[in-house]
């Protein structure tokens, strides 16, 4: 498959990197984040919807430490999905109040320390409600408590990334169980929220309104028998999910269109009936960062070349086992930092380093005359890439850096030899 690729000009936080002899002669891979972008988009967010919303960013989109310190001072939050993401969130200086936790297997002992620290719950099953019931009042918890509902809208486009369907190892059935659902909302006087999350990048606008709107009509009756019983009910939680564009050939969707539309169908997650919360990791993310890897050799066989670079599926875990599904850009600069334009007589395998044969990243694509020593440029790699980072062949994580009004800073070191022999030790 071909695909169009490149940029027509390489970005202000790119440029700083290529034509830096310095970072590159001592790194054979650099991520870098544009973190005025990240910024901007958290902003749009902010002026979208309500002032009071609670915008949590998904940790397992970008868990880089100090990436996320420094989205502290643009006034959001932080989802976790696991009991480690909880404790890097409070590490990182976050208030327990602008914590959502969700994950379908929490433990007790998960529990017993999110429910002590005083962070917001989303139990994923009502027997998880069960276990919470006996801790909250035995820790004298504050947290506050939603329950996870599956709306069964069905799979988007990217079935691995959908979790609405008929069957999902998230949330409780909500056609299946609403009898269920709103005896636990009677039962719990402190579970005075609800959450959904229908999937990410291959769910469309439409299908994420859909399934707000289903729970936001399943929310109207909860709220009303909790009022009958002088009980709160105020928090909804809305999740993440909305797509993103990996190619300058597509335009992405507008978070206005997506928040305008929530108002029309769902006014009252708009007057202040509710705390909304966010989940937006992708949208965050997934366009502020680019990584540059050399090519280390170029093979040239009777129909196509060969580029080996130094990141493959170490890095594009879904990309590689899941090519149809995901596409990345791809620009290459010569070894003096300037765009090459122009397209080989021969199209490219784009190969990784690691020792297996599916290590690919594209299998045919149209490329400038690429050559070693030069640099391939792979875009739009913010989300859910360093996050799933593979320890296989014991791949060493790169050079981390962010860039911001002009000048680079270090987000996370290359990793050491050292540092991969603690991590198996």
């Known amino acids: 498959m071909d695909f169009m690729q490149g940029v027509e000009a390489i970005p202000a936080y790119i440029q700083k990197v290529v034509s830096n002899k310095r970072i590159l002669r001592n790194n054979n891979a650099v991520i870098v984040y544009d973190l005025e972008q990240i910024s901007e988009r958290i902003q749009k967010l902010q002026y979208y919807f309500p002032r009071n919303t609670l915008h949590a960013l998904a940790i397992k989109a970008n868990p880089l430490l100090n990436l996320l310190r420094l989205q502290q001072t643009d006034g959001v939050g932080l989802e976790a999905a696991s009991l480690p993401e909880v404790y890097m969130a409070m590490k990182a200086g976050y208030k327990a109040k602008d914590i959502v936790f969700d994950s379908p297997c929490k433990t007790i002992e998960d529990l017993e320390f999110a429910l002590t620290a005083g962070v917001r719950i989303n139990a994923d099953s009502l027997e998880e409600l069960e276990r919470i019931k006996k801790l909250y009042r035995d820790l004298g918890s504050k947290s506050i408590i939603g329950l996870r509902i599956n709306p069964q809208l069905g799979i988007g486009k990217i079935k691995a ?24 909302y009677s039962k719990y006087k402190w579970l005075r929220g609800i959450h959904l999350h229908i999937g990410s990048q291959g769910m469309s606008q439409d299908q994420l309104v859909k399934g707000v709107e289903k729970v936001y009509k399943l929310a109207a009756r909860i709220k009303e028998l909790r009022t009958a ?93 899941n090519p149809e599904d995901w596409h990345h850009d791809l620009s290459v600069v010569d070894s003096k930092g300037n765009l090459k334009i122009g397209v080989d007589s021969k199209p490219y395998m784009v190969a990784g380093p690691l020792c297996f ?19 391939l440029l792979i875009h739009d790699v913010g989300a859910y890439t360093l996050s799933m980072w593979s320890r296989y062949n014991s791949r060493r994580i790169p050079l981390v850096l962010g860039y911001s009004r002009g000048e680079l800073t270090v987000l996370k070191k290359k990793e050491s030899l050292l540092d991969i022999l603690k991590f198996w030790t």
């Open 161 to 184: 990334t959908s979790v609405a369907g008929l069957v999902s190892k998230f949330g409780v059935p909500m056609d299946e169980q609403e009898a269920e659902i709103l005896e636990a």
């Open 229 to 321: 019983l002088g009980w709160h009910f105020d928090m909804f939680d809305i999740g993440g999910g909305f797509p993103v564009s990996y190619s300058k050939n597509r335009i992405a969707p507008d978070i206005k269109d997506y928040v305008d539309t929530l108002k029309r169908r769902c006014p009252k997650l708009f007057d202040g009936t509710y705390k909304l919360i966010t989940e937006f990791g992708r949208y965050i993310f997934a366009n502020t960062a680019t990584a540059i890897t050399k090519v280390e050799y170029v093979k040239d066989f009777q129909d196509k070349k060969v580029a080996i670079t130094h990141l493959g599926a170490d890095f594009l875990l879904r990309k590689i086992y």
């Open 357 to 375: 044969g599916g290590d690919i990243i594209e299998e045919h694509v149209e490329l400038p005359v690429t050559e070693p020593k030069d640099r």
